[in-house]
């Protein structure tokens, strides 16, 4: 049957009246679903019984909890969830003062990115809306319940998959995440990643959420040899497009950067970045390589990394030394494979 999360209200109000109840249901329908977080139809009271029973025959609400859990030794959660007869991965990430959720938009991921985990399980399909708001709802649900806890402050597309290459389900998500019929989140609370494709225009159009770009490398030369997306769109392409949008209000944009010894931590790259990225607001995250990816792909030291990012802050770009989360469970940025599914049919009992 057909899940009524991820649906708009525009659509809830169709579905009402397509099984005899009065347009003004579609705001009850959302209500339910998107403020009180019901499981099922049939907690939707002010709804007439024979209501309740139109709907049930079509429709379903659409929320499945995760089927296993890992915990990381720094308290990260990654959970795994299945989507048909495949399965997904979203990581939560506790802090002092927030909680953020890294969202999967896709099952696997066709960019390719040498470097990266997710990109060896290939592509095997977009995420509905619907899959991509359940991990965000049944995650959240758990603080309700457990004081291990924090309620989502924060979201990251960031996850399995490219989300610009889901762009319509991912938009709607989106939508609905911000909508005051929805949950009525600021969309700066939420960041989309992406490695720069051509669809990445439609999203700076359409929403007001926050970017971050997967750069890597600011030679084109370079980072196509890692990054098979950079035929599609160059970096430099990506950046003289964010020029033309304004950064200089709440909205931001981040570049992700890995550090690979020897390979992009040079003064030559920090020099090509300032350069690539004069005249735009924004900030640099460098983030540690994980090792056990690939060892083609040696990370740089901690001294380096310090220089590097004293050298960009210095000549004009706020830059950061992202702290790693999750490695020990895979969790970790690009390191989403999962891992989980191979004992997916035994429920893990730490499982809030």
Request: hydrophobic share 40%.
């Amino acid at each position: 049957m057909e899940a009524l999360l991820g649906k708009t209200l525009e659509e809830l109000q169709q579905i009402a009246l397509s099984v005899g109840l009065p347009k003004f249901t579609g705001k009850q329908l959302a209500q339910w679903i998107y403020v009180q977080r019901v499981q099922t139809i049939d907690e939707m009271t002010n709804i007439s019984l024979k209501g309740r029973e139109a709907l049930k025959g079509a429709y379903t609400v659409g929320r499945h909890a995760p089927v296993k859990e890992a915990v990381s030794a720094d308290g990260t959660r990654k959970y795994l969830f299945t989507v048909g007869d495949q399965f997904v991965e979203s990581v939560y990430i506790p802090e002092e003062d927030r909680a953020t959720l890294c969202v999967s938009t896709q099952l696997g991921c066709k960019m390719g990115c040498k470097f990266c985990m997710t990109g060896t399980l290939g592509f095997h399909g977009h995420l509905p809306a619907s899959e991509i708001l359940n991990q965000i709802f049944e995650i959240d649900s758990f603080q309700t319940i457990s004081n291990d806890f924090k309620p989502l402050s924060n979201l990251v597309y960031m996850g399995e998959g490219e989300p610009m290459d889901n762009l319509d389900n991912v938009l709607r998500s989106l939508e609905i995440m911000t909508a005051e019929y929805g949950c009525a989140w600021s969309p700066k609370r939420i960041t989309v990643s992406t490695v720069g494709i051509p669809a990445m225009k439609r999203f700076l159009d359409e929403s007001e959420c926050h970017l971050a770009v997967s750069m890597h490398n600011p030679f084109a030369a370079e980072r196509s040899q890692i990054m098979p997306a950079e035929k599609m769109l160059s970096i430099t392409e990506v950046v003289s497009l964010l020029k033309q949008y304004d950064w200089s209000h709440q909205r931001r944009v981040s570049f992700e950067y890995i550090c690979w010894h020897g390979q992009n931590d040079s003064i030559r790259h920090a020099k090509e970045l300032i350069r690539l990225l004069k005249g735009l607001n924004c900030r640099i995250n460098l983030i540690r390589f994980h090792e056990g990816v690939d060892r083609s792909f040696p990370a740089s030291d901690e001294k380096q990394m310090a220089w590097f990012r004293d050298y960009l802050t210095d000549n004009g770009i706020t830059t950061t030394i992202r702290r790693s989360r999750g490695e020990d469970i895979l969790a970790a940025c690009g390191m989403l494979v999962n891992a989980l599914s191979a004992h997916a049919d035994t429920q893990n009992q730490n499982l809030v």
